[in-house]
C-alpha cells in the first residue's frame, strides 16, 4: 500500500478504467488520454466525501470519454479510407472472459461506431460492466427512466448488427492457420476454401499506407486484392500468432518492421469479416499486453 489512499484506489481500478474508456472510443492512445484526466480529477477530489471509489471513477471517466467520443467522431468523418479500432495485445485471460472478449472483439467495436455517444455508453456501462442504471445515469447526466430507455435502443441496435453467435476459439485459430499459410506460401488460392462468399474486408492505412479504400465484398475480389498487395510486398514477410482484442489475430511484419495486425471474424467455421490494420499510428499498442478488467 502507498501512502496516499487516493493512488490506491486509483490503481486498484485502472484497468477497469481503461476498459471502459476503451471500449467506449475504439481508441487505446484516446483511453489512455481519458485515463491521465481521470488520475488529476481525482487526485483533486475530497477522498473523505466519495462513498463508492469505483463508482466516482467509473462517472469521471465516462464522461471524459463522452467529451472525447464526440470530438473524434468529427475527426473520423474525414478519415481517409475505413476506419477500425486500433488493436490492442490481450492477455489469454481475456480470451476466457467470453463475455469480456466480445464486447472488445473488432467486429462489435465497429458496431458500438453506428451508436450515438450517449447509447455507446449506456450500453457499455449497463451490458458490459453490470453498471445499475442509477450509477449510469449519473454518469451520464440522465434521469434513470430516460437510461433504461436508451439502453433498450442501443441493445436492440445491436443485437440487429452483431447477433450473438457461438464462435470456438479453436474454429477461429484453425481459420487463421489456414490463412496464415496461404501468405506464407502464396498458395493464396487456398484461401477461398475458408472465405464466406459474401466475406468483407477492411483495411485500415489511414492514408499512410496501402490500403483498400472501400470495404472489399465477396471472397473472389478479396482473393485479387490479397494476389495483387502480395505481388508487391516487400521482403522479408514474417507472421506470428497473437491474441489480439481477446481473438487469435496475425502480426505481420515486412522488411523487419511491423506492417499489419489481422483479424478475422469466423462464423459456422467461414470466414465472414477480415480486418487489417496498417496505419502506423494506431499500431503503438500491439508490443506490450494490455491488462483489461471488467
Known amino acids: 500500500m502507498s501512502a496516499d489512499p487516493a493512488t490506491d484506489v486509483f490503481v486498484a481500478h485502472r484497468n477497469l478504467l481503461f ?3 476503451y471500449e467506449m472510443l475504439g481508441s487505446a ?3 489512455e488520454d481519458v485515463l491521465q484526466e481521470t488520475w488529476l480529477r481525482w487526485a483533486d477530489v475530497d477522498q473523505d466525501e466519495v462513498r463508492d471509489g ?4 467509473v462517472r469521471i471517466t465516462t464522461r471524459l470519454a463522452l467529451n472525447r467520443l464526440r470530438t473524434v467522431g468529427r475527426q473520423r468523418e474525414t478519415y481517409v479510407g475505413p476506419w477500425l479500432p486500433e488493436p490492442l495485445l490481450t492477455a489469454p485471460d481475456v480470451a476466457e472472459d467470453v463475455e469480456l472478449a466480445e464486447s472488445v472483439s473488432t467486429a462489435m467495436l465497429l458496431v458500438l461506431e453506428t451508436l450515438t455517444p450517449t447509447e455507446r455508453a449506456v450500453f457499455v456501462l449497463r451490458e458490459v460492466f453490470d453498471v445499475g442504471y442509477d450509477e449510469i445515469a449519473a454518469a451520464v447526466e440522465k434521469t434513470p427512466a430516460a437510461v433504461r430507455q436508451i439502453a433498450h435502443r442501443a441493445r436492440s441496435h445491436v443485437a440487429a448488427r452483431q447477433p450473438r453467435v457461438e464462435v470456438s476459439q479453436e474454429d477461429t485459430r484453425r481459420v487463421l492457420a489456414t490463412f496464415r499459410e496461404a501468405l506464407e506460401t502464396g498458395d ?3 484461401l477461398l476454401d475458408v472465405m464466406a462468399p459474401d466475406v468483407v474486408m477492411l483495411s485500415d492505412g489511414g492514408g499512410v499506407k496501402q490500403a483498400a479504400l472501400r470495404p472489399i465484398v465477396g471472397a473472389d475480389k478479396v482473393l485479387r486484392w ?3 498487395v502480395s505481388a508487391k510486398a516487400p521482403t522479408p514477410v514474417t507472421m506470428q500468432n497473437v491474441l489480439v482484442n481477446g481473438t487469435p489475430g496475425l502480426r505481420i511484419d515486412t522488411g523487419g518492421e511491423l506492417d499489419t495486425i489481422a483479424t478475422l471474424k469466423v462464423e459456422g ?6 480486418y487489417l490494420v496498417r496505419n502506423p499510428a494506431k499500431l503503438a499498442f500491439v508490443d506490450a499486453e494490455q491488462p483489461l478488467a471488467r
Open 19 to 21: 476498459t471502459v474508456a
Open 29 to 31: 492512445a484516446d483511453a
Open 54 to 57: 469505483r463508482a466516482y471513477l
Open 188 to 190: 493464396l488460392q487456398a
Open 226 to 228: 490479397f494476389i495483387g
Open 269 to 274: 467455421g467461414l470466414v465472414t469479416a477480415m
